[in-house]
């Protein structure tokens, strides 16, 4: 149930999304996914792509095995998948302006960790190329038994850090990802990168997540003041 956020209580965590959030690797995720369905003899097209942004890996291959059946197993589908996007990680850079968030909020004494709707595989590739000491975890989407946009997976990172969920904050870039924030009961920010997807569950669609208030919603005042 979502918590309106005049009762809220100050955030003690933020739970970042990772593809497209902290890190601009659909473009890489795209080209590797549709090289691999082509090679099925899928022919799938860049705006069939973005319509799946956000959705896991077993949807994505329920909803193309539907349409046509493909000549392999999800498995194999997923780790031709990943084997292709691991061989250019190296070219995945930061999202603008990610990292610096993600210190600011370190210096802020929040605490923080990975919610993601990729594999095992994926998300410790990604955390590497992070390299960022501030996230106490990556959970990724074998780690549940419902990805996004069911509440699951933040309900788990939540729990996990020991923090209430209204105490929590996600970042995401994708409708599906805020969905399971809110669900969860969280303070949920959207940071598209694409102008055309629609954000019926969110708190703030905002262009740059650092211009928010995020003092007050840490009531870091008063808490500098108890200190």
Same mark, same amino acid.
């Given at each position: ?143 549940? #038994?419902?990805?996004? /946009?069911?509440?699951?997976?933040? &309900?788990?990172? =939540? @729990?996990?850090?020991? $923090?209430?969920?209204? !105490? ?19 303070? #949920?920010?959207?940071? /598209?990168?694409?102008?055309?997807? &629609?954000?019926? =569950? @969110?708190?703030?669609? $905002?262009?740059?997540? !650092? ?17």
């Amino acid at each position: 149930m979502s918590v309106p956020v005049s009762v809220r209580p100050p955030l003690q965590a933020i739970l970042w999304d990772i593809d497209g959030t902290l890190l601009d690797s659909e473009p890489w995720h795209q080209r590797a996914t549709i090289a691999v369905c082509r090679g099925l003899g899928h022919d799938l097209t860049e705006e069939q792509y973005g319509s799946s942004l956000g959705i896991a890996f077993p949807e994505f291959y329920a909803r193309l095995n539907a349409l046509r059946p493909m000549a392999a197993t999800f498995q194999q589908w997923a780790d031709a998948i990943t084997d292709l996007y691991l061989e250019r990680l190296a070219e995945v850079e930061a999202r603008a302006g990610a990292f610096a968030l993600v210190e600011a909020f370190a210096a802020r004494g929040l605490r923080q960790a990975c919610v993601s709707n990729s594999g095992r595989r994926v998300v410790e590739a990604n955390l590497r190329r992070i390299a960022s000491p501030h996230f106490a975890f990556g959970l990724s989407r074998d780690e549940v #038994t419902n990805g996004k /946009p069911h509440p699951e997976p933040y &309900l788990t990172a =939540a @729990a996990r850090l020991g $923090v209430p969920p209204e !105490a929590c904050a996600v970042i995401e870039d994708s409708p599906t990802g805020a969905r399971a924030g809110k669900a969860a009961g969280m303070l #949920t920010i959207a940071w /598209p990168q694409h102008p055309h997807l &629609l954000f019926e =569950a @969110a708190d703030h669609v $905002v262009e740059d997540p !650092a211009a928010l208030d995020w003092d007050a919603l840490c009531n870091f005042a008063e808490r500098m003041a108890a200190d």
